[in-house]
C-alpha cells in the first residue's frame, strides 16, 4: 500500500500531492465515500454523513501531525476537507452544509486539540459564506446549551 494513503473504516487521509498547492498549505487531504441522499429508505443519510466525518477529521489531523512530524500541542496542523456529499452524492447543499457545520463544531469542542485548522475546500462562495454561517450559528448554539447545562 502507498504510504501516502491511510485507511481507516470508510476514510482515508492522503499526502495534499508532491508539488501541488495543497502541499504548500495542508499536512493531509481527507477523503471518504458518503452514503447517496436517496439511496435506501432503511438508512438516515445524515447520520451515515455525519459518521463520514466523524471518522476522517481525527485520522486527518492524527495522519497530517506524523506527516510534519509534529509533536507538540502548540504545533499546527492544517487538514484540508471537501463539503462532503455535495457532489455527486446527491445531498442537497442545505443539508451537506448543515451535516458538515454540526460535526466540524462536535470535532472542534470534543477532539480539537487546539492548533488545528480545518479548511473547507469550496470554490462557490455562496455556499462558502452559508457553511461558515451554519458553522458561527451551530457555535452559538452549542455555547448556549454549554451554559443552560453548567447554570444547574
Known sequence: MNSAVHHIERAV???PGWGSELSKEYECVVHTVPPFYHHSPDVNPEEGLSSCYKEALPLGFREGAKKAGLLHVSDVIRVASPLIGAGCRGFPGRVA????AEESVRWRDNEGAGGEVLAFGIPDRVIA???VNEIEQEDRKRRKALRETNSF
Request: proline share 0%; net charge negative.
Open 13 to 15: 487521509a492522503t499526502s
Open 97 to 100: 452544509i448543515k451535516v458538515a
Open 129 to 131: 459564506d452559508e457553511l
